[in-house]
C-alpha cells in the first residue's frame, strides 16, 4: 500500500533560521536596487567628457563676466598602490579658479559595498567625496546633502542633488549639484571679503557614448564674437512654458525675438543693453497653437537661431 510522502516538521531553530535569512534578503535586496539607483549619479566611463561655462560675478549684484570655459574627461583606468582600481581624471582650467578641492579629485573610485566614493591623489591616501545612500541633512566627510530636487538640465528633467559644506562661514561659501545620469553639473564659491561668485555650469556632456547639450569647440568658440552663446531651449518640446538661456561674453544690446514658420515676429523677449553674463528667460506659449517656433538673439555682429516645439 503506497503511503505519502512527507517532511518532518521543521524545528523551532529552523524557522528562526530560515526567518532571518528572507529579513536579511529583504534589507539586501533594496539596497541593492538603491545603490543602483545612486550610482547614476557619478557615471565613470573611459571617455565621458564634461564641459562647463566659467563666470563670475558680485555677490550683491547680477553682472556676470564670462571667463571661458572647463572640462573634465575619463581619460582611463589603473589599480594604485593601495591594489584598489580607479577611474583617473583630467582636467582642463578647473585649477585656476576657487572650486573644491575634491571635486578635483584626479582618481575616483566607488565602492559597491558601501556605497562610498572614494577620491585619491597620486599620493595621498584616499578620501571620501560622498556616499551614494546619502539622505538629506546626512553628513559625508565635512559636507551636508540639503536638497534632493527634480531640476531640468540639458533639456532634460533630472534628480539632483545640492551639497554646502556643515560649517557656516561670514568669509565664504561652496557648494555643487550632481544630477543623475550626468554626475557634477554644477559648483560655486563665493568670496564674501572680496565680494565675489565664481560659477561653473554644464554646458555639454559626452556619457557612454551619449551626448547631451552642445559642445563649444575651438572652432566655434573662435566663430561666436565675443562669445555669444545661445543654449537650447529646454524643456523641449514644452507646453506652455519653456526657459530660453544665453552667454555674453561682454557687455552689448541685444534682441531675443520669437518667430513662426511664417517669419513673422509674434513676441519681443529682450530688447535693451545686457552685462556679460549667463541669462535665462522664459517664454509663455499659452496663446499659440502647436507647431515649431524659431528663437533668434541678436547683437551687433552675429545673430544664432534655435527652433523649438510647442506640443499642446
Not at 510522502?5 to 528572507?22: Q, R, S, T, W
Not at 566607488?110 to 538629506?136: C, H, P, Q, R
Not at 554626475?183 to 559626452?206: C, F, I, P
Request: proline content about 3%; cysteine-free; aromatic content about 16%.
Amino acid at each position: 500500500m503506497g503511503g505519502k510522502l512527507f517532511a518532518p516538521p521543521l524545528g523551532n531553530f529552523m524557522k528562526k533560521i530560515i526567518i532571518l535569512i528572507f529579513l536579511n534578503l529583504n534589507i539586501i535586496f533594496p539596497q541593492n536596487n538603491e545603490l543602483n539607483e545612486a550610482i547614476l549619479y557619478y557615471p565613470l566611463h573611459i571617455g565621458d567628457y564634461w564641459q562647463y561655462s566659467l563666470t563670475k560675478s558680485h555677490l550683491a549684484g547680477s553682472n556676470y563676466e564670462h571667463l571661458g570655459y572647463a572640462s573634465i574627461e575619463i581619460v582611463g583606468d589603473t589599480v594604485l598602490e593601495n591594489e584598489k582600481r580607479y577611474f583617473q581624471k583630467k582636467f582642463e582650467n578647473m585649477n585656476n579658479y576657487y572650486i573644491l578641492d575634491h571635486l578635483k579629485s584626479k582618481y575616483l573610485r566607488i565602492d559597491s559595498t558601501s556605497g562610498i566614493v572614494y577620491g585619491k591623489s597620486t599620493t595621498d591616501n584616499e578620501y571620501a567625496v560622498d556616499s551614494l545612500l546619502a539622505n538629506i541633512d546626512d553628513f559625508t566627510q565635512s559636507f551636508r546633502l540639503v536638497d534632493l530636487t527634480t531640476k531640468n538640465i540639458l533639456g532634460n528633467d533630472r534628480l539632483t542633488k545640492h551639497y554646502i559644506p556643515y560649517w557656516i562661514s561670514s568669509y565664504d561659501y561652496y557648494g555643487w549639484e550632481i544630477s543623475q545620469g550626468l554626475g557634477l553639473t554644477y559648483t560655486y564659491y563665493g568670496d564674501a571679503t572680496q565680494m565675489e561668485k565664481y560659477e561653473y555650469r554644464l554646458l555639454y556632456a559626452k556619457i557612454n557614448g551619449n551626448e547631451y547639450g552642445e559642445l563649444v569647440s575651438v572652432e566655434l568658440e573662435k566663430t561666436i564674437s565675443n562669445n555669444f552663446i545661445l543654449n537650447q531651449n529646454y524643456p523641449n518640446p514644452f507646453n506652455p512654458n519653456t526657459t530660453i538661456s544665453f552667454t555674453l561674453g561682454k557687455g552689448q544690446n541685444v534682441k531675443l525675438k520669437i518667430y513662426n514658420t511664417l517669419g513673422e515676429i509674434i513676441e519681443t523677449l529682450i530688447d535693451n543693453y545686457k552685462n556679460p553674463g549667463f541669462y535665462e528667460v522664459e517664454f509663455n506659449g499659452i496663446k499659440y497653437s502647436s507647431g515649431i517656433y524659431y528663437y533668434v538673439v541678436q547683437n551687433e555682429d552675429v545673430t544664432l537661431i534655435r527652433k523649438m516645439l510647442l506640443l499642446k
